[in-house]
């Protein structure tokens, strides 16, 4: 299993950005299609984001179309999510995950190694 660390979460306020990075353990990052979750207060776990294992494709939950990005470096074995325009309601820890499946895929079942969280919370 690849172990994965998130981190550039932290507090900001609604209208501003982020950007995520999630490090990856393993050469074989380049193997996994990846995405981003998040879980907010009282709420279950949310797809956010997923890109396929050479970055071409990519899928977005409609909560986030057209403020998200998510990018990907094999080199690096580094996964990242841009958060711009942030609202409230993004407030969540933030997770990044890692598919077998080298295509995008969106469903939390196919994702099997996760890393901690980071926290990102938006004030108004």
């Known amino acids: 299993q690849v172990q994965l660390v998130e981190s550039g979460g932290g507090l900001v306020q609604a209208g501003g950005s982020l950007r995520l990075s999630c490090a990856a353990s393993e050469r074989t990052f380049r193997h996994y299609g990846m995405g981003w979750f998040r879980q907010g207060p009282g709420k279950e776990r949310e797809f956010v984001a997923a890109?396929?294992?050479?970055?071409?494709?990519?899928a977005y939950a409609d909560s986030v179309k057209g403020r998200f990005t998510i990018s990907r470096d094999n080199a690096k074995n580094t996964l990242f999510l841009q958060l711009n325009s942030l609202k409230p309601e993004d407030t969540a820890v933030y997770y990044c995950?890692?598919?077998?499946?080298?295509?995008?895929?969106?469903?939390?079942?196919?994702?099997?190694?996760w890393g901690p969280g980071t926290q990102v919370t938006v004030s108004s």
């Open positions: 995950a890692a598919s077998r499946l080298v295509k995008v895929t969106t469903l939390k079942g196919n994702f099997g190694s």
């Open positions: 890109i396929d294992w050479i970055g071409r494709s990519t």
